[in-house]
Each structure stands twice: as C-alpha cells, then as structure tokens.
C-alpha cells in the first residue's frame, strides 16, 4: 500500500499490520513513455491461513489471476524475507498464477546495510530473475522499478499499423495509453497510425487494424 500510494498519490490506508488492506484498490499510472498502468493493491499473503479466512479473501487474491504482471512487493527488512517469497509462490501457484509474469520489488532496503541488501537480493534472485530493490518510502529504486515493469510489459507487445477514420481519434489516444503510438500520417482515408499495443488489447483496435506483426 505504500508503494501504491508513492506511486500514485493513491491515499490508501497503509499499515504494518495484518489485513489493513482488504479490498482490492486499483490505481492509475502514467510511465515517462506516456503509457499508462492500473495498479491494483491487494490482501498480503499470509502462510497457513485460516480455512474459515481463505474464502473470505478468495475474490481479493483471484484478483491476481486477471493481472497482466504480478508485482510482488516483498518487506526485504523481514528476518524470514525467503520464506515469505515461498509462502507467495505457493499462493500463486494455488490461485493458477505462477506462469504469470513476475516482479519481485524487495522492499525496506534502507534499513539494510550492503551486505544485508546484497544478500537478500541474491537470494531472492535465485527464485527470480526479475528482483528490484526499492524502498517505497525513500523513493530509492523506484525508477528502476518502472523501467523493469515496462519492459516487462514489452514482451507482450504486438506492432501495429491502423487507419483511424477522422473523428475517431480516441482511438488513437488509446492505443498511446496501452503501448505505444510511434508516428502517424494524415490521410484522406483517415489518419494512418503505426505502434505498440498488449496482444489481449487487440481486439480493440480490430476495425481499423492493417497489420499486425
């Protein structure tokens, strides 16, 4: 939640205790590129949760299951950081989500010392290969962080060319927002208009789609 809100001014409730987050809270997130993310906060995992809790928080962490990119935020500062890493990959892989794209933030690395930052970082490197260390409330990292998310989010990336009709143009603005608009050129057809867009996203833009590669 303090990422969250460090990000993008969420304002949400953020707390080092138990279940201060319990419904999902999603959040809009403009990268330098001009693309914009939704980020959604949800229930931390928890080791050996109740049975009688587990259904209660089922459509909270099934939340994950429907993201493009999960961004685990793991408390690095914890003396048992790695076992709370298992206890998300056993989550996950419970929900049907570990093929799911992953990044792992280790977070709180300010009050780590290097050797204490290094560690950890290697050895949660060693379930991921995707590890930033951050700390939300320094801001340290955080741009880093941004950049691995987008990258991420390239690998799915389908190149595009259109030809929007005149007076369609939130189309375009579209298509900026969810990867990437390149160039375009006006037309008397309408405005041709090459980019970058989710391969789940292609639907959209289907009526005006030339090529896709």
């Known amino acids: 939640s303090t990422l969250l809100n460090t990000l993008t001014r969420a304002g949400v409730r953020a707390e080092n205790k138990l279940f201060a987050t319990l419904d999902p809270t999603t ?79 280790v977070n709180k690395v300010d009050l780590l010392g290097p050797a204490g930052r290094r560690r950890v970082v290697t050895e949660i490197g060693k379930r991921n290969p995707r590890v930033v260390p ?24 389908v190149r595009l060319q259109l030809l929007v009709p005149y007076g369609r143009e939130q189309v375009l603005h579209e298509l900026r927002q969810l990867g990437g608009l390149e160039r375009s050129e006006f037309t008397e057809g309408g405005t041709l208009a090459w980019g970058r867009a989710p391969r789940a996203s292609l639907h959209r833009f289907q009526p005006f789609l030339l090529e896709a590669t």
Do not use: N, W, Y
């Open 134 to 157: 951050i700390s939300a409330t320094t801001g340290s990292g955080l741009e880093e962080l941004l950049k691995v998310l987008e990258g991420v989010a390239d690998e799915d990336m």
């Open 27 to 105: 959040r809009r997130l403009r990268l330098e590129s001009g693309r914009e993310m939704l980020l959604t906060d949800t229930v931390g995992f928890i080791q050996k949760l109740p049975t009688d809790l587990v259904a209660s928080f089922r459509a909270t962490l099934e939340e994950v299951t429907h993201a493009d990119i999960v961004l685990h935020v793991l408390d690095g500062s914890a003396p048992a950081a790695a076992d709370h890493a298992d206890t998300v990959d056993e989550v996950l892989r419970e929900l049907g989500a570990a093929d799911q794209p992953r990044v792992v933030a």
